[in-house]
């Protein structure tokens, strides 16, 4: 089945550095793929998206293309805030069966 | 303003006992979910539903139960057959068509007494 593999966490870095979290997909189809953050506490909330290949998606300086050729749709920041500590989690559409998850990513910015 | 609406925000189980989750939405979305997510690791569907009075298990639907007799609500029982229900509990909705992304609500954190 589709599955989606997300870099390890926890990441930690220091405020104004530079941002990458890997993702990478395994899909039959054309999936749509997201970016989703988590903040203590809270659910969920769509952070960015992609819909089809090279599409980039970004919101609030984050960044992330869906590269098919890679299957990878990595997401990144130029310089990155102590409000951005989260967990971040990658996923994929698999309708009917709702959103396939990569295992989410901590991050913490220290100032 | 449009969303989803968890209740309660915590809530414990005693040995034995049947809980239920509320996830009531007024997006007008047909389909609704929900995840279990447990400490340091992704979401896991539980259940979901495209449509009224249909449901369909997911991954990891043993020990679960749900109804769904209206479109803006979508109850998760967690049965006594859950013998490890500890976890944090996500219902999220969409509309039909699989390149639209899914709403959550703020979940509910689940405990055993």
């Known amino acids: 089945g589709d599955s989606v593999t997300q870099m390890e966490g926890p990441v930690t870095l220091s405020e104004e550095a530079f941002l990458t979290i890997n993702c990478t997909y395994t899909?039959?189809?054309?999936?749509?793929l997201f970016w989703y953050v988590q903040y203590p506490g809270e659910g969920l909330q769509l952070l960015l998206k992609?819909?089809?290949?090279?599409d980039k998606g970004s919101n609030k300086g984050f960044e992330a293309t869906y590269r098919k050729e890679t299957t990878s749709f990595h997401l990144e920041k130029g310089s990155v805030q102590v409000s951005d500590s989260a967990v971040y989690f990658c996923?994929?559409?698999?309708?009917?069966?709702?959103?396939?998850f990569g295992q989410g990513t901590r991050l913490t910015i220290n100032p | 303003d449009g969303g989803i609406t968890q209740s309660p925000k915590y809530l414990f189980r005693k040995e034995g006992q049947n809980v239920t989750l509320s996830c009531e939405q007024n997006?007008?979305?047909?389909?609704m979910y929900w995840y279990r997510q447990d400490p340091g690791q992704g979401l896991r569907l539980i259940y979901y539903?495209?449509?009224?009075?249909?449901?369909q298990k997911g991954d990891i639907a043993e020990g679960y139960s749900v109804s769904r007799e209206k479109k803006e609500s979508f109850p998760l029982t967690v049965t006594s057959a859950q013998k490890n229900p500890t976890a944090f509990y996500l219902c999220?909705?969409?509309?039909?068509?699989?390149?639209?992304?899914?709403?959550f609500g703020d979940g509910t954190r689940l405990s055993i007494l």
């Open positions: 999220a909705s969409t509309v039909i068509g699989s390149r639209q992304p899914q709403h």
């Open positions: 899909a039959t189809g054309y999936p749509s």
């Open positions: 992609a819909t089809k290949a090279d």
């Open positions: 996923a994929l559409s698999d309708a009917p069966l709702g959103l396939v």
């Open positions: 997006l007008n979305h047909d389909a």
């Open positions: 539903s495209q449509i009224v009075n249909d449901f």
